[in-house]
Nanobody, 124 residues
Framework: QVQLVESGGGLVQAGGSLRLSCTAS????????MGWFRQAPGKEREFVSL????????DYADSVKGRFTISRDNAKNTVYLRMNSLKPEDTAVYYC?????????????????WGQGTQVTVSS
C-alpha cells in the first residue's frame, strides 16, 4: 500500500509556470513507476507524463512535450512535474499515480494507487 499526496497547484496566468509535487508514503517509493494524469471538467482522465523506477525512462503526452518536465527524488519519496508556458487548456485537476506492476503505463487503469488531485487553473 502507498499513499500519495499532491501539492503545488494553483491559479496562474497563461505563459506562467507551476511545479507540482507528489509525495509518497508506505512501501518503497523506488519500487514504483510514477505517472501524472489530468482531468478537465466533462472530460476523461488523460495521461500527461510518466517516469520509470530508474529515473531514466520518461515520456510525455504530445500536448505537453517541450513544456512539462517530470522528475523524481527517490530519497525524498517525491515525484515532480514542472510545467512551463502554461496554456488555458492545461486547466484541470492533476493527479499523480503509482504503478507497482512491471513496465510503464499510459492508461489510468494501468496504475495501482492514486493521489487526491490538485487543481491547476490557467487564466487567459
Amino acid at each position: 500500500q502507498v499513499q500519495l499526496v499532491e501539492s503545488g497547484g494553483g491559479l496562474v496566468q497563461a505563459g506562467g509556470s507551476l511545479r507540482l509535487s507528489c509525495t509518497a508514503s508506505g512501501r518503497t517509493f523506488s519500487s514504483y513507476a510514477m505517472g501524472w494524469f489530468r482531468q478537465a471538467p466533462g472530460k476523461e482522465r488523460e495521461f500527461v507524463s510518466l517516469i520509470g523506477r530508474n529515473i531514466v525512462n520518461t515520456d510525455y503526452a504530445d500536448s505537453v512535450k517541450g513544456r512539462f518536465t517530470i522528475s523524481r527524488d527517490n530519497a525524498k519519496n517525491t515525484v515532480y512535474l514542472r510545467m512551463n508556458s502554461l496554456k488555458p487548456e492545461d486547466t484541470a485537476v492533476y493527479y499523480c499515480a503509482a504503478r507497482y506492476r512491471s513496465g510503464l503505463g499510459y492508461g489510468p487503469d494501468e496504475y495501482d494507487y492514486w493521489g487526491q488531485g490538485t487543481q491547476v487553473t490557467v487564466s487567459s
